[in-house]
């Protein structure tokens, strides 16, 4: 993709990441990262046509600035919080979104809109694949790539090659079972590592101690506001010393570590690349995580990934834009 | 590899399954399943040098046998219950062997004594292949392969290829964590799935209450003799009605049911095939274990992978010549 196209200016792909708070458009060339990013609300509670047709004015306002930086558009790629038809381009469950949204042919309707190839993947899919491409997975040929956010997601790069699986389900890491006996997840399974690593998991551990007058270093970081706790808040707490909310982010460490653990034994990777929001907490968080990899190894820790925080920005965008520029180059080899 | 070699015969290859108790010989030619099966006594305790002349020796004695039947062996495969440095066809890890085979370079060995090449592999990894190449798994591009017997072993198939990943881990399914409070595995990590879900996990559950004076289905099977107690009669007992023998196969069940959502969550995959002696057990053991898959699977179970018993006869040996076969074209290939 690094020729030329017909009309003489250089090939480029648009990328767009539909968040449920909101959506965010950028187009990447053969060199360098994402572009004129634009980001708006995405409000997924109104119909998914009425959304669309505004995702459609911001591909447009893209594709100009795009055409204006001497590039030609060739594809589009969305990113999307769902469970997905990958080859029917249509949404399979996407929760936190209106009804009008499940079961939609989204592909072939955006495609309709802009008249552009569309090709849509799982948002920690194509984050996954940003991260293998441009950011902390360069040159890593078995990756994990975790994003620790409201939710908790992963993708996983085998041999190169970002990896789906006859389901579309590879790499469904917030999805692991952590306790059999945990809480029924909105997947419809048990006690998911989402439910005890994601940002909302740190702040509600962290609410009912505070309640109750404890972990003073959070509360005086907080200004004594419960609305303000957040994961955020709880790691500067650790990070100044509050044993409870060191406590907090070793539990979590523990969680993710297993998971981790599961992978080695299930695909083996030799880099795990962690980001989202709760990444921030840096070694408050990935000092313990290597430490609980290490012990729910196999051969006493012997063989250990690299566990490194992620590099680009705007990677959910970034990503859709590379997902639409591989499957270009396939379907341009086929 | 169907066209005639040099000499006007047909190709083939020999495996080795390398066991604690005993190792098995066959050869196996481009039609057809393995032939001349060799069986005799490892004896894992002695020196690696004085087995492996021993081998040499049945070795040859396969070759002749192929050679008689029309064919020319291109190479031979080691299947052994082993971590394996395969580029370096040396032993990392070989518990229950004596302290000679730890880190010997078996490949190079072997070939010094056979004069052909040899190819070592994990044995759970060339029981997978087999199952994938030959056997219940025929077919299925993404499967994952179990054998259940002393110990627990596995393999992945994923596009079509033997997955082994940077550390030649991937499918160590017998040592992925059930329980992270578990005992120390031997490889050690806490509270693997071998611990649970093995033969020998079996027969110890059916122990305690068998000695306690319970379990009168069982007690009657093995004729009140707790030396004749083993996994298969704790499940003749289940499938004869004894509630605690059923109980035993459901906690069975659940521990691998778990395991099995892992890898569906992690690598996906649309098939799993169940061998080894505990697999005997049929549907005492394979009903709950799909009802327990079920479970711990995302999007409320829509998603799930067939469920079926191994096919193969002499599986170790068969997948170690089917390595040393796909080796060998590889090499040609080259």
Redesign the interface.
């Known amino acids: 993709m690094t020729q030329s196209t017909p009309s003489g200016r250089l090939p480029a792909t648009i990328g767009v990441d539909i968040g449920g708070t909101r959506y965010k458009i950028c187009w990447l060339g053969a060199e360098g990262g994402p572009r004129d990013v634009i980001s708006r609300p995405t409000g997924g509670h109104r119909q998914v046509g009425t959304v669309l047709a505004e995702i459609a004015e911001a591909i447009a306002e893209t594709r100009a600035a795009a055409i204006h930086a001497g590039h030609d558009i060739l594809a589009v790629g969305v990113g999307i919080p769902a ?1 997905l038809d990958l080859q029917g381009g249509r949404i ?2 996407l929760p936190n979104f209106s009804g009008s949204w499940q079961n939609f042919r989204l592909a072939a309707a955006l495609e309709a809109l802009v008249r552009l190839p569309v090709h849509i993947i799982n948002d920690a899919r194509a984050y996954t694949l940003a991260e293998s491409r441009l950011g902390a997975g360069r040159g890593v ?2 990756l994990l790539a975790i994003t620790l956010g409201t939710g908790v997601g992963g993708g ?1 790069v ?1 041999s190169g090659a970002l ?11 917030g ?3 952590y306790d ?1 006996h945990g809480a029924r997840c909105g ?4 006690g998911c590592i989402e439910a005890y690593a994601s940002g909302s998991a740190i702040a509600a551990a962290a609410l009912r101690p505070l309640l109750q007058g404890r972990m003073p270093i959070l509360r005086e970081l907080i200004g004594n506001e419960p609305a303000r706790l957040d994961a955020d808040a709880v790691a500067r707490a650790a990070a100044a010393g509050e044993p409870e909310a060191e406590e907090i982010y070793a539990q979590v460490a ?1 969680v993710l570590g ?1 998971g981790i ?10 880099c795990v690349v962690v980001g989202g929001g709760v990444a921030a907490a840096g070694e408050v968080l990935l000092s313990p995580l290597r430490e609980a990899v290490r ?7 012997a ?1 250990q990934p690299r566990i490194v925080r992620a590099e680009v920005e705007q990677a959910g965008a970034a990503g859709a834009a590379l997902w639409a520029r591989e499957e270009t180059m396939k379907g341009s080899r086929a």
Chains 1, 2 share one sequence.
């Open positions: 469970v399979v469950l040929a078995d996983l085998l990896r789906f699986g006859p389901n579309h389900m590879a790499g469904e890491f999805h692991i079972t059999p997947c419809g399974a048990r523990h297993l653990a599961h992978v080695m034994k299930i695909a083996d990777i030799s012990a729910n190894s196999i051969v006493f820790g063989f």
